[in-house]
């Protein structure tokens, strides 16, 4: 069966700092891969999505970028973070054609202090 | 506009009736249409998906959808205390893989 992995669950940087976050999917093969935001009492804002390996959509300019180093592996990346950029990150997957259905890792909650 | 719309809520509905929450979409050609429930602090999690006109049921959820009208629905029946959540409706967009999400509706179960 798949699964994801998304860690950290909980982060507190300080402004300025560098932020990694990254999440794995096991038991599929080329899946597509998303990362969303999610502030407080907010809807999902799509961040970026992938179709496959380097292959990178932004959605929202920001400072944060985005990165897909192996099939399975999706990485949100930020070299300097603003107080704007806290909330709850979620990475999720599907596989078009075949289950369309996102599914979600645990989240992490990013507080820039 | 925004490319999927719901009512924030909150939706308050006693113990034991019907709750019906709604969505609008703007992507005519989108095809994949999801329900997800959301409790305080966690993820989301897939309630139901619907891909052709009608009505799907599954247990007390039924989803409907009307692509004529650009419209997706979802009624609880026989709500639960444990039914509160946010509900969030997500489409898929029909020209990339990408999935969008409305603002989610709250909803409270009154016992």
């Known amino acids: 069966s798949q699964t994801i992995h998304q860690w950290p669950a909980t982060l507190v940087q300080p402004v300025g700092s560098p932020l990694s976050l990254e999440c794995t999917v096991e038991?599929?093969?080329?899946?597509?891969l998303y990362w969303y935001r999610q502030a407080a009492g907010r809807g999902l804002q799509l961040l970026f999505y992938?179709?496959?390996?380097?292959?990178i959509s932004s959605e929202v300019p920001q400072n944060l970028s985005a990165s897909r180093p192996q099939d399975r592996q999706f990485i949100l990346s930020s070299k300097k973070l603003l107080l704007s950029d806290s909330g709850f990150y979620l990475c999720?997957?599907?596989?078009?054609?075949?289950?369309?259905?996102?599914?979600f890792g645990q989240g992490t909650r990013l507080t820039v202090v | 506009q925004k490319e999927v719309e719901q009512n924030s809520g909150p939706l308050s509905v006693p113990e034991g009736a019907i709750a019906s929450l709604n969505c609008t979409y703007s992507?005519?050609?989108?095809?994949?249409f999801f329900w997800y429930r959301q409790y305080s602090g966690k993820s989301p999690e897939l309630i139901m998906s619907?891909?052709?006109?009608g009505d799907k049921e599954d247990g007390r959820f039924t989803a409907q959808l009307n692509k004529a009208s650009q419209y997706v629905s979802l009624l609880i029946r026989d709500s639960q205390p444990s039914d509160s959540a946010t509900y969030l409706c997500?489409?898929?967009?029909?020209?990339?893989?990408?999935?969008?999400f409305g603002s989610g509706t709250r909803l409270s179960i009154r016992p």
């Open positions: 999720a997957w599907d596989e078009t054609g075949i289950r369309d259905e996102a599914f």
């Open positions: 038991g599929t093969s080329n899946p597509n």
């Open positions: 992938s179709v496959g390996i380097g292959q």
């Open positions: 992507d005519r050609g989108s095809q994949s």
């Open positions: 619907i891909y052709s006109n």
């Open positions: 997500a489409v898929k967009h029909s020209s990339a893989s990408k999935i969008i």
